[in-house]
């Protein structure tokens, strides 16, 4: 009975993980500049930004280049402000002039993230590993056996062929899903720092 339970259990664990996984990678982990993304961001351009009802006399400039300028006091935007916002984001995420931005910005911030991902999961895919030896290292036998030494520890002695299986077919799950779970990981931290710029 208590077999039963834990198989389930770890059936619905791994169940939920899937979920997870998929529901990351179908909507955290797209990126959002698409081709149609950018096709919208080239028409803005040609139907607004360089429209000549947008022309600044002041400052001789279209609005396309007073948002590309990004300098309020020579070039002020009034309109237009959600593209002003993302070129903003943009500059704030792309590496500047300074040796210190060029140290401390978005690309270098996003592969210290993806490399600690990295880390994470092969740790995990190691500890599996070890247990796929463990379990491979275990005789097999008619029934499981575990039996108990002397200091109180137990040892398992055999594994029927059943569960010796089911071991392997769940530990093969677990491997799948962290292989999943890191390439869905590292489209969500490259998706999510180009679109939090």
Avoid at 52 to 71: A, F, H, P, W
Avoid at 97 to 104: L, R
Avoid at 157 to 180: G, P, V, Y
Wanted: hydrophobic share 45%; aromatic share 12%; with cysteine.
């Amino acid at each position: 009975y208590g077999s039963l339970l834990l198989s389930f259990l770890l059936l619905l664990n791994m169940l939920c993980q899937m979920e997870f996984i998929g529901l990351s990678n179908r909507s955290l982990s797209q990126p959002s500049f698409t081709p149609e993304f950018q096709d919208g961001l080239w028409s803005w351009r040609i139907n607004i930004g360089l429209n000549g009802k947008y022309y600044d006399k002041m400052t001789v400039s279209s609005l396309s280049e007073r948002i590309c300028n990004q300098t309020a006091r020579l070039y002020p935007v009034e309109m237009s402000d959600d593209k002003n916002t993302m070129i903003v984001n943009i500059n704030r995420y792309l590496p500047g002039s300074g040796i210190v931005e060029q140290i401390y910005n978005g690309p270098n911030l996003c592969i210290v993230a993806l490399t600690c991902w990295t880390v994470t999961v092969a740790a995990e895919l190691h500890i599996t590993w070890e247990r796929v030896c463990t379990i491979m290292a275990v005789p097999r036998g008619i029934n499981t056996r575990i039996v108990e030494g002397q200091d109180g520890a137990y040892s398992l002695r055999a594994m029927s062929r059943i569960r010796k299986n089911f071991a392997m077919f769940i530990l093969f799950l677990r491997f799948f899903l962290c292989i999943w779970l890191w390439y869905v990981g590292i489209h969500f931290l490259i998706n999510y720092s180009i679109d939090s710029a």
